[in-house]
């Protein structure tokens, strides 16, 4: 703080005012106050705007708060300074950076004076009592009422409020001790006994009480004061007297002449008590701590390079049981893990019961054993320069109290190390978060369930084959411990598939934990309801909001489905809260709930709100899928396709939600636009059922319908239906002359040519062809020009002109590359490898699939990579490889059955003649024993075979085909 014009005084001890040589000033109203205040307690430091909008208004601020903040600055600056020119420097309420800061002389603010007198009067204590008292009454007169009076109902000052209000308290308590040391014990029991009533868990405040009544010849009153401590203590925390209020008692029994008056110094020792520690009890686990070794072992590392650790995590994942592994190592390393070596420490604090955050000194001294008065600077001082670690568990209700005195007890005591558990980080300057994971479900987990269960069904340990059962609930329940606890709980008198088939409600099936467990552990929905209680309004109406989102979401879709006010800030506090997780492996980064999260909070969501946020989570899809699909076949359609694969759970759901609630226009539309990804993903069968029940939902004349009847028809030919696929192209083609749909006829006439040229049509399908050129031409649409010319060479081919059919397949690919339409430019190489076997050149289709095949598994195109490795098995057989062609025959047999997409059945023409080409030179058993082999391989496995084909051939300047080099 620095000068200010001379004659100010502010005043905070009761109502704020400011006055000008005795002549209050007028302020304005309790905006103006607040800004005053929130400058004040910054001591001179610059507070942002940011800051201090947020102090002001909190979580109303008008979307004008910086500019009304200006307003409020300029009227304030001419109420302080009335006579400053305007447009002159201000030595008072700057400007600095992007905030701004009140420079005004500790001794014009009366809270400062107190300070000051307090920590006076305490010193004078021990060495002159009735200096002592003078200062300390002169200090407490300073007081008018409650400090900020007027701002006590915000939190503007609260942690402010709190910090003088105990410095107030222990300066009445010195008072009274002062009082003691001069003999007048009379009147010291007057102020002691209005002490206690104000603050019944101060123990100091009962045990001066006590002495007080001694000395006043009142015995029987002191000891009765002492039990009603005790009793207090006990209702109200949970605890036992400290050492010094049980010592006091001992010595008024005895009638111990030390409790006679003493001399000064020997008086302030009695009214600040020997800090003497008492010996810490760790509680014994009743049961084993499963799958938390490395996490046991990296927070006790972070602890040794680290005074403030914090466990962050959902409620349930066992931050208490890792924290109190970690304390109980600590204490092994220091004595025998129950502090008897040296009795200081490891200390452990249970705050999941403290909801006054003003008891949190007195709680935490207690559990230390020392005598404290509720002040963060006592308990600073009891603790001093011990060397311990003091264990705070559970602190998310009380995470404003906990910060600032986390950061109070750090900083004055050097020994002191801090291990605290939460949902959310403390936010403290120094302070280390680690969170805390899930255990593994098909390890960890497993282990957790198995050693539960056998705790309620002894011997009954499941058979290997259970076990898959066993790591699919756990995947169910994401691996929360609780969670899986509970579970095992229940293998008592239900069966592990009766287990797995309630996981649908899990709220339900889950609710019968330990008798003596707290409150929020005894079942799933209140270990989750405990968490979810610690949002904002706010928060709570997002994570609503984001419950809708399966598999996960990224930060652009959730501002679109959750609009304003800014998502950003609420998303970043659950991710605070241990209520959304963040995937740093995803660039933009991508965010999810663990699902037992997003369905409770699917699950307390209004009706209304439900299908509200459904509705706009289905508009999102809808616009998702329309854009997706009309760049799957440019240049940045990997890009599309693989954002599309991460918003899978998510076009589901919505297209779900659509079917469900009978809205064909969006069905059709999500539907149709996502076709092709289908088609390339593998997703055959999903996306005919589901293109089926958009068609019959839609209108008749829908715009749509054209579209999805295409993407059908190409699904039913991956699937070996081409004449089905055929039927749909016809009435799209149909529809499409009847409304003059010139696109939609563009798009469909290359699949009647090529469904044609399937069934042996070749001249039908020359004019089909024919007649797309025109509509091609009209449209403008150059991929769909690349298709139509692919169609022309395989056609040509078919016709017995291959020498044609590579040219037309190469200018195809041209097109394709030119536009970027990558699955055009794979099919054309595709096509020209059965030329080339066509022509016998076996060699040539070999090392085109191969580097096919090494491409398409870089994009990912499940379809298109089985059907090249199919023509890449018949290349092999024909090359004299044949056992290596049975391999990978094998390999795509498998690997498609998993997707429900057979490479011979889409190939009617070709499809046999590889399969023969490879069975032809082997016998039956060795076909057998091969294509087995083959049927255990991987992707990664084939893809790797593929790739060592193209490494080991003999050359490349004879063997340039449609698929230029550089493309693999």
């Keep these: 703080m620095s000068a200010e014009p001379a004659g100010l005084d502010f005043s905070v001890l ?18 103006v106050k607040a800004l005053v205040a929130t400058l004040l307690i910054a001591q001179g430091k610059m507070i942002t705007t940011d800051r201090i909008v947020d102090a002001i208004w909190g979580e109303q601020a008008p979307d004008s708060g910086v500019a009304t903040l200006y307003t409020y600055v300029t009227k304030l600056r001419k109420v302080l300074e009335p006579d400053r020119p305007p447009r002159s420097a201000t030595g008072l309420l700057v400007r600095q950076g992007p905030g701004y800061a009140l420079r005004v002389r500790p001794e014009s603010v009366d809270s400062e004076r107190f300070v000051a007198l307090a920590e006076r009067g305490a010193r004078l204590l021990a060495d002159d009592p009735p200096a002592a008292a003078e200062t300390l009454a002169t200090a407490l007169a300073l007081w008018r009422g409650p400090a900020y009076a007027d701002l006590g109902d915000t939190d503007v000052a609260s942690a402010e409020i709190a910090r003088l209000e105990n410095a107030r308290l222990a300066a009445r308590q010195d008072h009274a001790a002062a009082l003691l040391a001069m003999g007048t014990a009379v009147q010291a029991v007057g102020e002691l006994e209005a002490l206690v009533r104000e603050h019944p868990l101060a123990e100091r405040s009962w045990e001066l009480l006590a002495l007080a009544l001694y000395r006043d010849g009142r015995q029987g009153e002191s000891l009765a004061a002492l039990r009603t401590a005790r009793e207090r203590l006990s209702e109200d925390l949970g605890v036992d007297p400290g050492p010094s209020l049980r010592a006091m008692e001992t010595a008024l029994l005895r009638q111990d002449p030390a409790l006679d008056r003493r001399t000064p110094k020997e008086t302030a020792r009695l009214a600040e008590p020997e800090r003497r520690p008492a010996r810490p009890r760790l509680p014994v686990p009743l049961t084993r701590l499963v799958g938390r070794d490395a996490a046991v072992n990296t927070v006790t590392d972070l602890l040794a390079a680290n005074r403030l650790v914090t466990i962050t995590g959902l409620g349930g994942t066992g931050k208490s049981r890792t924290a109190l592994e970690v304390a109980r190592r600590h204490g092994d390393g220091n004595g025998d893990g129950d502090g008897d070596g040296d009795g200081d420490g490891p200390w452990l604090v249970l705050l999941a019961d403290v909801t006054d955050a003003g008891l949190l000194p007195a709680t935490i001294g207690a559990a230390m054993g020392v005598a404290i008065t509720g002040s963060a600077d006592h308990l600073a001082a009891s603790i001093g320069d011990r060397d311990t670690l003091l264990v705070l568990d559970n602190c998310e209700h009380l995470i404003d109290a906990v910060a600032p005195l986390a950061e109070t007890l750090l900083s004055r005591c050097p020994g002191l190390r801090l291990l605290a558990t939460s949902r959310e980080p403390l936010a403290v300057a120094g302070e280390t978060t680690w969170d805390l994971p899930p255990l593994d479900p098909d390890g960890a987990a497993v282990e957790l369930f198995v050693e539960r269960s056998l705790a309620v069904r002894p011997g009954q340990r499941p058979r290997h084959d259970e076990r898959k059962l066993v790591a699919r609930i756990c995947r169910e329940l994401d691996g929360l411990p609780l969670a899986i606890e509970l579970a095992a709980a229940q293998t008592r008198v239900l069966s592990l598939e009766q287990i797995a088939d309630g996981l649908g409600d899990r709220f339900a099936l889950l609710t019968t934990g330990s008798r003596t467990a707290p409150e929020r552990h005894r079942s799933l929905e209140a270990a989750i309801a405990s968490s979810v209680r610690l949002l904002t309004p706010a928060e709570a109406d997002l994570l ?46 991508r965010y999810r709930m663990l699902e037992t999260i997003r369905q409770y909070a699917l699950r307390t969501l209004p009706a209304g709100e439900r299908a509200r946020w459904a509705d706009r989570h289905l508009a999102w899809a809808v616009e998702l899928a329309e854009t997706a699909g009309r760049r ?9 396709t693989r954002r599309l694969r991460h918003e899978q759970a998510n076009t589901r759901a919505a297209l779900r939600h659509a079917l469900t609630k009978g809205d064909g226009d969006a069905a059709l539309r999500v539907t149709g636009a996502l076709s092709w990804f289908w088609y390339r993903n593998g997703d055959v069968h999903e996306g005919i059922a589901r293109l089926s029940e958009a068609l019959d939902l839609a209108d008749a004349g829908h715009p749509g319908r054209g579209q999805a009847l295409i993407g059908r028809a190409m699904l039913r030919y991956l699937a070996g239906d081409p004449f ?50 025109k509509h091609v031409q009209a449209t403008g649409l150059s991929w769909v020009e690349a298709e139509l010319t692919m169609v022309r060479g395989q056609i040509t081919r078919v016709a017995g002109d291959p020498l044609l059919a590579t040219e037309q397949l190469m200018q195809a690919s041209a097109l394709a590359e030119s536009c970027g339409h990558d699955w055009a430019y794979c099919s054309s190489a595709w096509i020209g490898a059965k030329v080339a076997m066509d022509l016998g050149d076996a060699d040539r289709a070999v090392q085109q699939m191969a580097r096919m095949v090494v491409h398409l598994d870089r994009v990912q195109d499940v379809t298109s990579w089985l059907a090249c490795a199919h ?31 057979s490479p011979e059945l889409m190939d009617p023409l070709d499809g046999p003649r590889n399969v023969a080409a490879v069975r032809s030179t082997l016998s039956p058993e060795a076909y057998d024993e091969a294509t087995a082999m083959g049927a255990s391989l991987t992707n990664d496995d084939v893809t790797a075979m593929a790739r060592r084909l193209v490494a080991t051939a003999p050359g490349d300047g004879a063997r340039r085909t449609a698929l230029r080099h550089e493309r693999s």
Excluded at 17 to 23: C, I, L, P, W, Y
Excluded at 632 to 640: E, H, M, P
């Design 724 to 773: 089905t696929g055929n039927d749909d192209v016809e009435l799209a083609l149909r529809e499409a002359e009847a409304s003059g749909d010139v696109e939609v006829l563009a798009r469909a006439l290359p699949y009647r040519a090529f469904f044609l040229q399937l069934s042996g049509d070749p001249g039908r399908a020359r004019l089909a062809l024919a007649e797309g050129w």
């Design 544 to 589: 609503g909001c984001l419950s809708l989102f399966e598999g996960g979401f990224d930060l652009e879709a959730a501002e679109r489905v959750a609009g304003p006010p800014a998502v950003l800030h609420r998303l970043s506090g659950l991710v605070a809260k241990s209520l959304v997780t963040v995937d740093g492996t995803t660039l933009p980064r």
């Design 871 to 901: 023509v890449l098995a018949g290349a092999l057989g024909m090359a004299g490889r044949a056992v290596d062609g049975a391999v990978l025959l094998g390999a795509v047999s498998a690997i498609g059955s998993r997707v429900g997409y």
């Design 632 to 640: 799957l076949r440019t240049f940045d359609g990997a890009l599309w």
């Design 14 to 31: 009761g109502p704020l005012t400011v006055s000008r040589r005795g002549e209050r000033l007028v302020l304005g109203g309790p905006r």
